[in-house]
């Protein structure tokens, strides 16, 4: 058991050297994308302007994302046991949740639209003093590490991937929010040009999620900017995304472009599509059933298996307590 799981810590480090080389090849391939673009709309005199902005936009994009790369791996934390092997990287990368980009699993391609470096994030509401910063200046003043986590869809399906990243509680501190901060709001960006979901105006655009501070505090709950060794695949919810491992994945919010400290409940987004089926805790609970489908097993991506789902999603050491004496709310959903 024990080998077992010091294994699974150990495998993205083992990975990490080709995985440096396919970025390199990805930023290249992109940087040579956009010269072509751009070359020919010279030669196109007369509308070079917009598409030399794009260019430089894209190289940029490029240039920051494999300097982000630099710093991986990260140093990996081994003292959340994981007893799952790692679902395969073309799986994960390849069977997604961003509705942003489709309501079905295979966005990765439409989601490279998206440009994930330079990124602004704002810190705002019931903190000492709002401010914005650049998603590289707020990497470089965190504890960088990596950890596996177990991931549990809403719909039944499961992945174990290894995220890069840092604690949010890390987060909250820098933020200094004040004591009447009660919640962390987090939103999404927003850009139909190039998100085609959010032209489907009856979703509640820009997805939220929400989080109590003492949610928010502990030591399980983690904004990814990495996964598999690198920096974050625009379908993972680039530059940064939540990974909170005992909830439903849809609060795993991805894209992040603002954190709003605040004394009232936020709304989630599914939550304001279907309050009766997606609630704010969203906890994962094999005995609470979806109004409709059963949560009391899970397909292992990868695997063609099906294992029992387990309560908090096996994490119930770690977040249990912060329940404690709300029994009477809907947990679970
Ligand atoms: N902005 C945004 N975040 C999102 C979603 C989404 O549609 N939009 N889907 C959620 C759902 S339902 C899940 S299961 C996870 C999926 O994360 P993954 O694609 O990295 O596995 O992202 C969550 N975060
Ligand atoms: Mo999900």
Redesign the pocket.
Known sequence: MLIKRRRSWELPENQVTPEHVFLNRRAFLRGSTASIAGASALMVAGCGETSGAAEAAAASEADLTAKAAELFPYPANTSIPVDRPLTDEEV?ST??????FGSH?RIARAAEALVSRPWRIEITGEVEEPFELDIDELIAQMPLEERIYR?????A?S?T?PWSGFPLAALVDLAKPKSTARYLKMQ?FMDPSIAS?QKQVWYPW??T?GLTMAEARNELAFMATG?YGKPLGE???API??AVPWK?????????VRFEFTGRKPVS??EEIAPSEYGFWANVNPEVPHPRWSQATEEVLGTGRRVPTLLYNGYEEQVASLYKGLEGQNLFR
């Open positions: 994960a069977y997604n949740n961003f509705y942003e699993k991931l549990r869809c809403v719909e399906w992945m991937v999404t979901g820009p997805y999620e996964v379908q993972f919810g995304r939540l439903y994945g849809f609060k795993s919010i991805k894209s992040i987004f599914w």
